[in-house]
């Protein structure tokens, strides 16, 4: 890991008023670090793009736990996908609604596959894959 | 709650034909379930572009823990939107990055909002909120 | 060419009454019709996720004309990859501002080449590759 | 319409030759011109997700010109919403199928309004809202 460096960006200046209004209602302090954050969320899009790097993803679902079976397919489906799936969380909507979010940490194209099969299965009501990072990457 | 009900869509028959191919490939068994997967995909953008009515967002960031200030001021923030916040998950990557996935329970504007404020923290790597439902629209 | 078949759709009585009020409201008068829509979206994402099939795409650029070697590189770029680009339409937004419209077709790989270039080229102030389809196995 | 200013970013080294790695493979030859493209992207999301000031769209429909009613129809809903669409363009994909893209002007409510109402148009087999820019706000 290497240091801190520094750039210059020649912008029009009312171009960049407006930058620094958007950023400031989005709760941005320092304008540095909004463009970083633009740079990072670029190179996360281009790492899932590309779908052969170890990467993390988000895979939420939501489904009625009543369903018994439902459950039960689903935790062998993170079972089979054991090392991709590393980390779960349950949260009880109400009586019969719940959350589950789980992280999956392998290739994109992997953890695609997993997210497909899971939100494909019968009884989830919603289903998506966030496209995270592992960070080491993003410095 | 009402029961199922039945309704026909007719269609042409080789674009039946892709589209059975194409989820057979997602892992469906069962093409009213993906047809249902399309309808409460859809549903679910549509109550998030509203903005006013309770739902359910993921907020996934990923940072570097051995910035002791951020774990302070993130945790600050998630007590200031108490009631938003319901539920978080702390993954350690390696020694420097966490990833942290918080479920949000308010209104889409709100959750928004805190979203917008957590991404925009210094030393947030990478921001995401996903748009998940509180499933009790989604039968 | 094959006819028209007719499959039905197992779903939840409410449910069903939300996308009926949704669709409606989009303007939808057929409920058939809607579904279909979403089934051939689906299709048009994932001809567009594997890459290698001819398609269509648009690519709208806006810029300000009165850079005249800007005009002249994007001539250029449109030259050199002439069986791509098939039509062009210019708009004049302002004295300085042109928006663009390109219409590729090529393989999605191929059309996402191009875009990219198109957009980083200096002068363009916004650039856009929307994925559409040739529709030929849209029935 | 001011002059150019320029401002500086603190950034990890190894970060930015991330950046400067991917945005090279999309064809930037100047890093300034890679951020200010983010930036103004960014801009372009806020203004949209605003919804009441004027931009520009761009439609993009696909569909099948054998059914000369939807040519009636599609041209109808231009006339009437004649001040928002502000030009056409048509291309023939093959004897069945044709592009058509249609650049509107109008706040970005009124814009997805029309765009709705196409899209849904029975006989419209894919349609698409790319949401651009005026450019007079993108300097």
Redesign the interface.
């Known amino acids: 890991?290497?240091?801190?460096?520094?750039?210059?960006?020649?912008?029009?200046?009312?171009?960049?008023k407006?930058?620094d209004g958007?950023?400031a209602k989005?709760?941005?302090?320092?304008?540095?670090?909004?463009?970083?954050?633009?740079?990072?969320?670029?190179?996360?899009e281009?790492e899932w793009e590309r779908g052969d790097r170890e990467t993390?993803g988000?895979i939420?679902i939501?489904?009625?736990h009543d369903l018994r079976e439902l459950t039960t397919r689903l935790t062998d489906l993170q079972h089979q996908h054991h090392p991709t799936i590393?980390?779960t969380?349950h949260?009880h909507?109400?009586e019969?609604?719940c959350?589950e979010?789980l992280?999956a940490?392998d290739k994109a194209r992997k953890i695609k596959e997993v997210a497909?099969?899971m939100?494909?299965?019968?009884g989830?009501?919603?289903?998506?894959l966030?496209?995270?990072?592992?960070?080491?990457?993003?410095?």
């Open positions: 890991m290497n240091g801190t460096v520094r750039f210059g960006v020649s912008i029009n200046e009312d171009l960049l407006k930058f958007v950023i989005k709760g941005y302090t320092n304008r540095s670090e909004a463009v970083r954050d633009l740079i990072r969320e670029h190179l996360v281009v993390v988000v939420t939501v489904y009625d590393i980390s969380m949260i909507l109400d019969h609604n959350l979010v992280v940490r497909d099969k939100i494909a299965t019968r989830v009501k919603y289903g998506r966030t496209m995270a990072t592992s960070g080491t990457d993003l410095l």
